[in-house]
């Protein structure tokens, strides 16, 4: 998972999705998961994740990803999310770990190439 945003601000992260198959990506389904999920691994659930979106999208290379965004600011620099995913084949869910840096600190401080906690995902 890449984070784009900073806590404070609206979520924006990114996860690429690979060794998906056309098949599996038009039945894909989404979303983050409810807070029942995240008290079954007993993970907090933050409420700025309540109504948050998550879009199946490809790049300019047509490589699939998901983009998740929230309409409400995060308001701890510790954010754990977990990802629910359905498809034709089956289901599951994801979790990430993900610490936020404070607005303007990583566009001034981290070299351009480097992605905080950057992952791929494979469905198998």
Same mark, same amino acid.
């Given at each position: 998972?890449? @984070?784009? =945003? %900073?806590?404070?601000? #609206? ?6 999705? *690979?060794?998906?198959? +056309? ?6 389904? @989404?979303? @983050? ?15 700025? *994740?309540?109504?948050?979106? @998550?879009?199946?999208?490809?790049r300019a290379d047509r490589q699939p990803?998901?983009?998740?965004? %929230?309409?409400?600011?995060? %308001?701890?620099?510790? #954010? ?10 089956? +289901? ?9 840096? =404070? ?5 001034? %401080? #981290? ?7 950057? =992952? ?5």
């Open positions: 998972m890449t @984070v784009k =945003s %900073s806590f404070g601000e #609206l979520l924006h992260a990114e996860i690429d999705l *690979l060794a998906v198959s +056309q098949d599996e990506l038009a039945t894909l389904e @989404v979303r @983050v998961a409810n807070p029942a999920a995240y008290a079954e691994r007993n993970i907090a659930f933050d409420p700025a *994740l309540t109504g948050a979106r @998550v879009e199946v999208l490809r990803y998901l983009k998740i965004t %929230s309409d409400r600011a995060i %308001s701890e620099p510790a #954010l754990d999310l977990v990802v629910e995913v359905t498809w034709s084949g089956g +289901q599951l869910l994801r979790e990430y770990a993900t610490f936020m840096d =404070s607005p303007g600190y990583a566009a001034d %401080s #981290l070299p351009a190439k480097h992605h905080r906690g950057a =992952s791929r995902w494979r469905m198998t």
